[in-house]
């Protein structure tokens, strides 16, 4: 994660991450039925997320609130198109 996004999250400031609409995250944030239609979010019931500095051992946890589609902020480094939103809860560590 990128220096300015990790001390927003670390200050409290930013209580959301973002992630593209692309396969990957569709793969691990999003279920479908049979027909190929959207049923839900977090099928594999993500509780907590962690973040890390870059490539250092500098970590936080925190608790999974909710996630969902939708536009994010843009001063907390959205695109200015639709992204899954995943809300942070309270800090574990």
């Known amino acids: 994660m990128k220096k300015e996004r ?14 593209e609409l692309k396969p990957y995250w569709f793969k691990r944030l999003a ?19 962690r973040f890390r500095y870059g490539y250092t051992s500098r970590t936080m946890l925190f608790e999974v609130d909710r996630i969902f589609i939708g536009r994010g902020k843009p001063e ?5 198109e ?3 939103i ?3 809860g309270k800090r574990c560590e």
């Open 82 to 84: 639709d992204v899954f």
């Open 6 to 19: 990790y001390a927003m999250i670390e200050s409290g400031v930013k209580k959301e991450e973002y992630r």
């Open 86 to 88: 995943i809300k942070l």
């Open 31 to 49: 279920l479908y039925d049979n027909r190929g239609q959207l049923i839900g979010l977090n099928p594999l019931g993500y509780t907590h997320v």
């Open 76 to 80: 907390w480094g959205a695109p200015d």
